[in-house]
């Protein structure tokens, strides 16, 4: 999923490379920042040969997923680097939900798990620093340069271009709030089980914003924006349960197994500071909070 597979598969030979710089978790400043035999060994060898084997099976077991989710959790302490690289933010806490049987709620666990993760994803814009991201992105896209459209898109986003004044009209902040709102919402309309309609209204409006995502952004994160939101759309609308959307029903049952409600809450608390970032502080400057993505 790293993307990188041309040859020569450089990232592939950094990753299998002992004595390579590493980036340990920011909670264990202690270890060192080079890797060893043992990482090569668990996040290549390993997880290869188990995610390779589990996909070759007929049928996915519990104990399968505990090895991988194992490897991941070492990745995610000892090479966190390479951990946020392959995607773990998401696969690991998907992974850790597969580790307990479907009537025990694995299906709910990735549910909310990806409801809550796509929820930051959109509330992490919602500052006043998204809408020159969001500007910058759409005006520089394909579609966006030397088209008849161009030229108003760029009239209407900034106060005064032909002068040279870049400033950003009001338009441009409504513009990537508006943005930042759809992309908070589709996942807010997936927990309504209960309504059809809405389930698809929600699953609709998080695919649309992350095709723009990609469309837009210069950035190499469309394997991420396009797999991911597939499998959400996919677990939220193919449910093994009666109805689409987050199967709220078994909730209750599921956090009474106190295995997996000691393994996915505090794992949701981390992935919401990961995702968000977001912390409030006071300009003494200016006399004014605001928020930093």
């Given at each position: ?7 020569p598969?450089?990232d592939w030979?950094y990753r299998?490379?002992?004595?390579t710089?590493?980036y ?9 920042n080079t890797?060893n ?6 996040e ?6 188990i995610?390779?084997?589990?996909l070759?099976?007929?049928?996915v077991t519990?104990?399968m ?9 070492y990745?995610?302490?000892f090479d ?12 690991m806490y998907?992974f ?10 694995q299906l ?6 990806l ?6 994803s ?10 020159y991201?969001n500007?910058a992105?759409l005006m520089?896209?394909k579609?966006m340069?030397?088209t008849?459209?161009?030229?108003l898109y760029r009239?209407?986003m ?7 004044d870049y400033?950003?009209?009001?338009l ?5 709030m508006?943005?930042?709102m759809l992309?908070?919402l ?5 927990l ?6 809405l389930v698809?209204a929600?699953?609709?409006?998080f695919?649309c914003?992350?095709i723009y ?5 210069i950035v190499d994160?469309?394997t991420?924006?396009?797999l991911m939101r597939?499998i ?7 449910s093994a349960?009666?109805?689409?959307g987050?199967?709220l029903?078994?909730?209750t049952?599921?956090?009474q197994h ?6 996915c809450?505090p794992?949701?608390a ?5 995702t968000?970032h977001?912390?409030w ?6 006399g004014?909070?605001s928020?930093?993505c």
């Amino acid at each position: 999923m790293h993307g990188k597979v041309a040859p020569p598969f450089t990232d592939w030979w950094y990753r299998l490379t002992p004595g390579t710089m590493k980036y340990c978790a920011p909670f264990m400043p202690c270890l060192g920042n080079t890797r060893n035999l043992l990482d090569v060994l668990v996040e290549g060898v390993l997880t290869y040969i188990i995610a390779f084997y589990i996909l070759f099976q007929p049928q996915v077991t519990c104990k399968m997923m505990m090895l991988l989710f194992a490897c991941s959790v070492y990745e995610f302490l000892f090479d966190y680097g390479q951990h946020l690289s392959t995607y773990g933010t998401q696969l690991m806490y998907v992974f850790a939900c597969m580790c307990v049987p479907v009537e025990q709620g694995q299906l709910v666990g990735i549910q909310l798990f990806l409801t809550w993760f796509y929820f930051c994803s959109g509330w992490c814009k919602i500052g006043p620093w998204f809408k020159y991201l969001n500007v910058a992105n759409l005006m520089t896209a394909k579609f966006m340069v030397n088209t008849p459209w161009a030229g108003l898109y760029r009239r209407l986003m900034y106060k005064d271009r032909d002068n040279g004044d870049y400033n950003l009209t009001c338009l441009a902040g409504v513009f990537s709030m508006a943005c930042a709102m759809l992309e908070t919402l589709g996942p807010l309309l997936c927990l309504f089980s209960g309504r059809h309609d809405l389930v698809l209204a929600g699953i609709f409006v998080f695919m649309c914003m992350h095709i723009y995502i990609i469309a837009t952004l210069i950035v190499d994160v469309f394997t991420w924006n396009l797999l991911m939101r597939s499998i959400t759309a996919s677990c939220l609308e193919f449910s093994a349960q009666d109805s689409t959307g987050v199967c709220l029903d078994v909730c209750t049952h599921y956090l009474q197994h106190s295995w997996e409600r000691t393994l996915c809450m505090p794992s949701m608390a981390i992935l919401f500071q990961a995702t968000c970032h977001t912390s409030w502080r006071i300009d003494t400057r200016q006399g004014t909070s605001s928020r930093e993505c």
